[in-house]
């Protein structure tokens, strides 16, 4: 992405640089799975060992959307962004069981 919009702007401080949590409510096509990725590669630098490996059993992210169509969409771009991390992207709704493994 060459630059961020102006929302994705005004959150990236938030978003990007601090360990907060962060709830963001804004219309559709603004941005806010971008916003997401900010905030998923800011827990990845407080988690990345000296040896630039990931500690992926020391945290969890919980990305949620209000339709299961938006969420599988979500899910597939954070799994092709993510997977060079070794991280583990799944969809859950009312209809799915994980084990903790």
Do not use: W
């Amino acid at each position: 992405m060459p630059k961020l919009n102006l929302i994705q702007s005004r959150l990236y401080p938030a978003a990007f640089k601090s360990p907060e949590n962060l709830l963001v409510c804004a219309p559709t096509g603004a941005g806010k799975t971008n916003i997401a990725m900010l905030s998923i590669l800011q827990v990845l630098s407080q988690k990345r060992r000296v040896n630039g490996t990931f500690d992926l059993k020391s945290f969890k992210i919980v990305y949620i959307a209000p339709m299961k169509a938006l969420v599988s969409e979500v899910v597939g771009s954070f799994q092709k962004r993510l997977v060079d991390f070794g991280i583990s992207v799944k969809e859950l709704t009312g209809d799915v069981h994980l084990t903790r493994a």
